[in-house]
């Protein structure tokens, strides 16, 4: 019997309780979230090879690819300019000696290039002819460079037409296509067009983009890009339907930008803010945390851009001096650029458009008015940086940003009940600290109780700013969606002390799998919230549970009590053995564990109450409900229920729907009333009040 206390006052609602993390890692942005369609559009991704082009040689063709300019290997000096600029300083030479039936290059996007009917793309792209641009007259005599091999000005000759297209792998169809004609230029030179798909055509991947000429010459590409239409129509945005997927959650906000993407592996790769601003014209990339580059197409400005969207607030994660490889910066006067750095950051961010620096670059990029901004965390899992130097760098950024922004939160990476010996020691107690959490199913369902005991008086606040049950891949399964279910509950109940919360990682591209390991070949994390490839989404069982939870609360916690409880008997040790070792540390193993955990909110504008109820049960649990206290309860209330007949059950992008709520009406409620809540199953109940 669970008994709802309508008697007494419960606790306010963190309303900032369920937001959302996010970073670049298992192509989450890049083949993800950000709409670009071409990999590898500036030819940086590795020195070696133009990963994601190829050659196109049809009929009696004689062409190759070459990658040149300034950072691929093995190129002969004669091919070492060629830069745009300062961030654009590799490119792609087409070599076209006999066109046959055509020559040219096309990219296969990411695991496939998304081909939808009458939709219309934007491509674009810079080109040139010979081999470099004569040099400047105003060059006057100067004296050859030593072992300077000569370049040779080649007669230009790209001048004509060239035709970009969107076609099925197998060459067969072409789905779009249309023609430009190239200025007789040795210069770099921008073109753009729009490439419509027809009405009738059935969706697919199967697609790449090619650029192809039936002249000889030789033609450089840079910076070629192609978008579909965005969410919202931005410029440089988002990919519509994983945009959806994000609103209809319902965050209250975003932390970024990591996770270890923050970081970087040493300290030159952290995430550069600043040159992810502007032009894409004027974003290198950079190596990314997780093993491929990053275009940073998705760089600050659309970071918070995004937020706006979705209705959300940025939670800023900056940089502090400890990168993943164990490089730190001492406090002291080394770690000041850096602290400089953040400031500078939050000051693009909120500065005034007229009054700051990075206020009106700010303005420049699009947006004069300030975003919001109320949080700031200092760094990324510190508990990391063996040296016990976290203490000394929190403190100087607070101290730092405190005197600047006042009004702002800062929090603290490291949480004193998890690394008690690691936690900030000095100063003022923090605002708030940042726990992680990856566990499986049934360490979550333990930990579901873990806030009640939380210190009310003397205790930190908490972000939950990294969690997930880790069952299932390469996205999470039923079981998963339970163990976040009934933990979900534990932070709803104790909202006054865990304010807010997010589970990672968000995305993962579910692209073809690696022979060897089975899982797909761009995942660097198993067990995400939304999976996708590059023509359709998905959410996870666990998406749902995320969805039905930040849909349904009320502003105040109705405190529950229980009589009976069921109670799951448990095998520890082949539970154990299913567990990682870094899982398995420090847990206390209980041998039972109920099978039902609850929480339940009220609109206090409304009277609607939410009964929130997960049975990880492999059985019906039926429970007596008794609303002590209410006025009047309205007879027919509203069921909110996910569940599934294995634990095992998911989704995927052939079968997305498999494990997804379904909404009924129940009727028969009153001030007491029976519910028997399906085996494997969320529920959430709806009770109308006076
Ligand atoms: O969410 C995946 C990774 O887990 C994050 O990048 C890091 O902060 C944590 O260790």
């Known amino acids: 019997k669970l008994t709802l206390d309508l008697t007494k006052p419960g606790t306010t609602v963190s309303p900032m309780l369920y937001g959302l993390m996010t970073e670049e890692i298992n192509y989450a942005y890049d083949g993800g979230l950000y709409a670009e369609l071409i990999r590898n559009r500036i030819f940086k991704n590795n020195p070696a090879k133009p990963d994601a082009w190829s050659l196109v040689s049809e009929g009696d063709a004689k ?35 006999q066109p046959g039936t055509r020559a040219g290059i096309a990219n296969s996007g990411f695991w496939g290039i998304p081909v939808k009917p009458a939709t219309t793309y934007s491509a674009s792209f810079y080109i040139k002819g010979a081999g470099q641009a004569p040099p400047p007259a105003r060059g006057g005599n100067r004296p050859p460079q030593a072992n300077a091999v000569p370049i040779p000005v080649i007669e230009n000759n790209t001048a004509g037409p060239i035709t970009v297209s969107l076609e099925s792998n197998d060459g067969k169809t072409v789905y779009a296509s249309g023609t430009i004609n190239l ?14 798909t027809q009405a009738g055509i059935t969706p ?12 000889t010459g030789l033609y450089y590409f840079n910076l070629v890009s192609l978008f579909p239409p965005t969410y919202g129509n931005r410029p440089n945005g988002s990919r519509t339907d994983l945009m959806q997927l994000l609103v209809d959650m319902k ?15 040493y300290l030159a790769d952290r ?3 600043k040159t992810t601003l502007g032009p894409l014209e004027q974003r290198p990339g950079h190596p990314g945390s997780w093993g491929y580059r990053a275009t940073d197409g998705l760089g600050l400005y659309e970071f918070l851009g995004w937020c706006e969207d979705a209705h959300m607030e940025p939670l800023l994660g900056v940089y502090a001096g400890y990168s993943l490889n164990g490089d730190h910066v001492d406090a002291g006067p080394l770690l000041e650029p850096y602290i400089e750095d953040a400031l500078e950051e939050i000051e693009y961010i909120i500065g005034d458009a007229k009054t700051t620096v990075w206020g009106a670059r700010r303005a420049k990029d699009g947006h004069p008015a300030p975003f919001k901004l109320h949080y700031v965390e200092v760094g990324n899992e510190d508990w990391f940086d063996k040296s016990g130097s976290y203490d000394g760098r929190f403190n100087q950024f607070r101290a730092a940003i405190n005197k600047k922004y006042p009004q702002l939160k800062v929090i603290s990476t490291i949480a004193t009940k998890v690394y008690p010996t690691q936690r900030v020691t000095s100063g003022p107690p923090v605002d708030m600290e940042d726990e992680h959490y990856y566990q499986n199913s049934w360490q979550m369902q333990e930990d579901a109780f873990k806030y009640d005991n939380y210190d009310r008086t003397k205790g930190p606040k908490i972000f939950v700013g990294e969690w997930a049950t880790r069952e299932g891949s390469p996205t999470t399964n039923l079981i998963s969606a339970l163990g976040d279910a009934a933990f979900m509950t534990g932070m709803e109940r104790n909202s006054d002390i865990v304010l807010m919360s997010c589970f990672a990682p968000l995305f993962v591209n579910v692209n073809p799998r690696n022979q060897a390991t089975g899982e797909p070949a761009g995942m660097q994390w198993a067990s995400d919230l939304i999976g996708h490839d590059a023509l359709t989404s998905y959410g996870s069982p666990s998406y749902y549970v995320q969805t039905m939870f930040n849909n349904n609360i009320g502003n105040k916690v109705v405190p529950v009590s229980v009589s009976n409880l069921p109670m799951l008997h448990i095998d520890t040790a082949a539970i154990n053995k299913t567990l990682a070792p870094q899982q398995r540390r420090g847990r206390q193993q209980k041998p039972e564990r109920p ?14 109450i939410y009964l929130k109820v997960v049975n990880v049960a492999d059985h019906a649990e039926n429970v007596t409900l008794d609303l002590k ?7 027919t209330g509203t069921l909110i229920e996910l569940k599934g007949d294995k634990p095992e059950s998911t989704n995927s992008i052939t079968d997305p729907k498999h494990i997804v709520p379904v909404t009924t009406s129940l009727k028969g409620l009153g001030k007491s009333f029976s519910h028997s809540f399906s085996p494997y199953s969320v529920s959430i109940i709806k009770i109308k009040t006076t």
């Open 183 to 196: 200025e007789k230029t040795p210069y770099w030179k921008k073109y753009a067009l729009k490439l419509t």
């Open 251 to 265: 965050p209250a906000f975003l932390r970024f930008p990591g996770g270890n993407y923050l970081e970087g592996p």
């Open 629 to 635: 206290g209410a006025g009047a309860v309205a007879s």
């Open 595 to 608: 099978s039902l955990y609850y929480v339940a909110t009220k609109d206090s504008k409304t009277g609607t």
């Open 204 to 215: 697919t991947k199967d697609a790449h983009f090619v650029i192809s000429t039936n002249r």
């Open 271 to 273: 995430f550069p803010w």
């Open 63 to 97: 062409a190759a690819i070459q990658l040149v300019g300034a950072n691929p290997q093995n190129v002969p000096n004669a091919e070492r300019g060629h830069a745009i600029n300062d961030a654009l300083t590799t490119c792609l030479k087409l070599t076209v000696e």
